[in-house]
């Protein structure tokens, strides 16, 4: 059997090829058709020359900007000669990067190693429809050679990681962190220590953002608030716990303003401070943080840590928001869709248990299905003892198929339902709706 | 006089909390003013008022890694983490850190 890594590789590369290909279509232009090459980044180019004035463009360009007190003509020269790199073109990243072009900044490197995909256009604007399939880097850059001629900027097509984060992170004034996993987080954290670069870190999910700014002028560091990665269950990603398109939006246009205020010296408002977006009572609170921690594994006097380590160890998750598939059950308490619809065809008598929330349930659901979330079907035994005993029956004596979106809480419900609960006829439905709808129902629908 | 606080919950903490963001307590009497301290708040949030797994509020006697603590808008780091004592009119947050984007 292929490594579900090699799989995913190649899936990768395929992509690549594909957005390639649609570059080469939509456009005319030979530059745009050029392969981006996956493995190794593009150097960053000769050394950016440093100005003392601005040009005229410049002065008519950014007039709005140079009259406001706190920027100026020294402000916006701050911004021109400023580097920036941005970590993650997705919900926080598409406008971070896009109102840092806008406002001026000279160069800004964007890593990113997905491609974009239909589900991403509701919150990362800086991509299109045009643009599906495409490396987000290389969308990411396009809308900003689009946006300003001005501004150099550098598509970084790679997964960060401990063996490339230091060489990359060197080349930059400032990092945000605008990724979406918990991993590359302290990943950038402590690089940034080592290279001793500020860094914006935003954050966002469902109806709420978070905001802050670490490693400046003595403030704290991420790991100095937060010692210890969270238990990878706690953690919930954009694409299982959902988000509200504008909330990110919000978040990473405080981390280009955070930026912006830095470069220029107005000064940051969130060091050593944690900005709290709730969405759903439009509030924003700061709240006033913990100082450097002396016992910081990475900041502190003693460090234990003095070089970058293995963060998908350190976390036990890996450096993607993607939902990683479990393989809990032996063969025979599990049945492919293909066979579940025949049975469904042959009106074969049984209890189909879709264990998803109701929020999910709502989107779409298979006719004649008993939604039970999993989180509740302890206390809910009784109804699925009712719906799987028919006739004269006391116990249980249908047989019981779970679904759920992807195949994994299907297969947890199957052995709780077995081990705790005393179904001897239960099956989980390899792969959940997602496979039913990729092999059996082109027009169900995939969320 | 019972202690009266108000508990917050965000980023996500609600929902292990019935979905409510803002709730009102009193603590019984054995929570005696000068001398109830956090490390006594705890479990008494894990055992009345938490309605999901408690090992996803709690890890031994404190909050489980990746959620912040907030008293009175401040870290409780600052304030003496569990050794704190609770005072009549505290506002204590309980904020899960967000790693999407």
Same mark, same amino acid.
């Given at each position: 059997?292929?490594?579900?890594?090699?799989?995913?590789?190649?899936?990768?590369?395929?992509?690549? +090829?594909?957005?390639?290909?649609?570059?080469?279509?939509?456009?005319? /232009?030979?530059?745009?058709?050029?392969?981006?090459?996956?493995?190794?980044?593009?150097?960053?180019?000769?050394?950016?020359?440093?100005?003392?004035?601005?040009?005229?463009?410049? *002065?008519?360009?950014?007039?709005?900007?140079?009259?406001?007190?706190?920027?100026?003509?020294?402000?916006?020269?701050?911004?021109?000669?400023?580097?920036?790199?941005?970590?993650?073109?997705? &919900?926080?990243?598409?406008?971070?990067?896009?109102?840092?072009?806008?406002?001026?900044?000279?160069?800004?490197?964007?890593?990113?190693?997905?491609?974009?995909?239909?589900?991403?256009?509701?919150?990362?604007?800086?991509? !299109?429809? /045009?643009?599906?399939?495409?490396?987000?880097?290389?969308?990411?850059?396009?809308?900003?050679?689009?946006?300003?001629?001005?501004?150099?900027?550098?598509?970084?097509? *790679?997964? *960060?990681?401990?063996?490339?984060?230091?060489?990359?992170?060197?080349?930059?004034?400032?990092?945000?962190?605008?990724?979406?996993?918990?991993?590359?987080?302290?990943?950038?954290? !402590?690089?940034?220590?080592?290279?001793?670069?500020?860094?914006?870190?935003?954050?966002?999910?469902?109806?709420?953002?978070?905001?802050?700014?670490?490693?400046? +002028?003595?403030?704290?560091?991420?790991?100095?608030?937060?010692?210890?990665?969270?238990?990878? +269950?706690?953690?919930?990603?954009?694409?299982?716990?959902?988000?509200?398109?504008?909330?990110?939006?919000?978040?990473?246009?405080?981390?280009?303003?955070?930026?912006?205020?830095?470069?220029?010296?107005?000064?940051?408002?969130?060091?050593?401070?944690?900005?709290?977006?709730?969405?759903?009572?439009?509030?924003?609170?700061?709240?006033?943080?913990?100082?450097?921690?002396?016992?910081?594994?990475?900041?502190?006097?003693?460090?234990? *840590?003095?070089?970058?380590?293995?963060?998908?160890?350190?976390? &036990?998750?890996?450096?993607?928001?993607?939902?990683?598939?479990?393989?809990?059950?032996?063969?025979?308490?599990?049945?492919?869709?293909?066979?579940?619809?025949?049975?469904?065809?042959? %009106?074969?008598?049984?209890?189909?248990? !879709?264990?998803?929330?109701?929020?999910?349930?709502?989107?779409? /659901?298979?006719?004649?299905?008993?939604?039970?979330?999993?989180?509740?079907?302890?206390?809910?035994?009784?109804?699925?003892?009712? %719906?799987?005993?028919?006739?004269?029956?006391?116990?249980?004596?249908?047989?019981?198929?779970?679904?759920?979106?992807?195949?994994?809480?299907?297969?947890?419900?199957?052995?709780?339902?077995?081990?705790?609960? &005393?179904?001897?006829?239960?099956?989980?439905?390899?792969?959940?709706? +997602?496979?039913?709808?990729?092999?059996?129902?082109?027009?169900?629908?995939?969320? | 006089?019972?202690?009266?606080?108000?508990?917050?919950?965000?980023?996500?903490?609600?929902?292990?909390?019935?979905?409510?963001?803002?709730?009102?307590?009193?603590?019984?009497?054995?929570?005696?003013?000068?001398?109830?301290? #956090?490390?006594?708040?705890?479990?008494?949030?894990?055992?009345?008022?938490?309605?999901?797994?408690?090992?996803?509020?709690?890890?031994?006697?404190?909050?489980?890694?990746?959620? #912040?603590?907030?008293?009175?808008?401040?870290?409780?780091?600052?304030?003496?983490? #569990?050794?704190?004592?609770?005072?009549?009119?505290?506002?204590?947050?309980?904020?899960?850190?967000?790693?999407?984007?």
């Amino acid at each position: 059997m292929a490594h579900p890594a090699d799989v995913l590789a190649e899936l990768h590369t395929l992509r690549a +090829e594909n957005a390639t290909l649609r570059a080469r279509l939509a456009s005319s /232009s030979p530059k745009a058709a050029t392969a981006p090459s996956p493995a190794h980044p593009p150097p960053v180019g000769v050394p950016f020359t440093q100005k003392t004035r601005l040009s005229n463009e410049e *002065i008519s360009r950014f007039s709005r900007q140079l009259l406001v007190p706190e920027i100026g003509v020294q402000g916006q020269l701050k911004l021109r000669n400023a580097s920036v790199l941005v970590v993650g073109a997705g &919900g926080l990243g598409a406008p971070a990067v896009m109102y840092l072009a806008a406002a001026g900044i000279g160069r800004i490197g964007i890593i990113d190693y997905d491609v974009v995909e239909a589900s991403n256009l509701q919150r990362q604007i800086i991509h !299109d429809e /045009s643009r599906v399939g495409m490396l987000k880097s290389e969308s990411a850059k396009q809308t900003v050679s689009k946006l300003s001629s001005l501004c150099e900027c550098t598509a970084y097509n *790679i997964l *960060i990681d401990s063996s490339n984060a230091m060489d990359v992170i060197k080349k930059w004034d400032y990092v945000v962190d605008a990724t979406d996993n918990v991993a590359t987080r302290y990943l950038l954290n !402590d690089c940034c220590i080592f290279r001793n670069k500020p860094l914006i870190s935003g954050s966002a999910l469902r109806m709420d953002g978070q905001l802050t700014v670490y490693n400046l +002028e003595g403030g704290p560091c991420y790991r100095c608030i937060f010692p210890k990665p969270p238990p990878p +269950e706690t953690v919930t990603n954009c694409s299982d716990g959902g988000v509200l398109g504008v909330v990110p939006g919000i978040i990473g246009c405080l981390q280009a303003l955070e930026v912006v205020k830095i470069v220029t010296g107005i000064g940051a408002s969130l060091s050593q401070k944690l900005l709290i977006f709730d969405a759903t009572t439009m509030s924003f609170r700061t709240i006033r943080l913990r100082g450097r921690t002396p016992s910081c594994a990475v900041c502190g006097p003693h460090p234990t *840590i003095t070089k970058p380590i293995d963060y998908v160890q350190f976390c &036990g998750a890996g450096p993607d928001d993607k939902a990683h598939n479990i393989n809990i059950l032996p063969p025979e308490s599990r049945i492919s869709c293909h066979k579940y619809a025949a049975l469904r065809l042959d %009106a074969f008598p049984h209890v189909l248990l !879709d264990v998803r929330d109701k929020i999910q349930y709502d989107i779409c /659901s298979l006719h004649h299905s008993l939604n039970i979330p999993l989180s509740e079907l302890p206390k809910r035994i009784p109804e699925l003892t009712a %719906a799987a005993t028919f006739g004269e029956h006391h116990e249980p004596n249908l047989p019981v198929f779970v679904v759920c979106r992807r195949g994994n809480d299907s297969q947890l419900a199957v052995k709780m339902l077995e081990e705790t609960h &005393g179904f001897t006829h239960v099956k989980d439905i390899v792969g959940g709706l +997602e496979a039913w709808a990729r092999g059996r129902d082109p027009t169900f629908p995939i969320y | 006089m019972p202690l009266s606080i108000t508990l917050e919950f965000s980023g996500g903490m609600e929902l292990l909390f019935n979905n409510e963001k803002r709730k009102q307590v009193t603590l019984p009497d054995s929570f005696a003013p000068g001398t109830a301290t #956090l490390k006594d708040l705890l479990p008494w949030v894990r055992d009345n008022l938490l309605t999901e797994r408690a090992e996803l509020f709690m890890q031994d006697d404190t909050v489980r890694p990746g959620i #912040l603590v907030l008293i009175n808008e401040t870290d409780w780091e600052l304030e003496g983490e #569990l050794e704190y004592k609770i005072q009549d009119g505290d506002v204590i947050v309980f904020i899960s850190t967000l790693h999407g984007g």
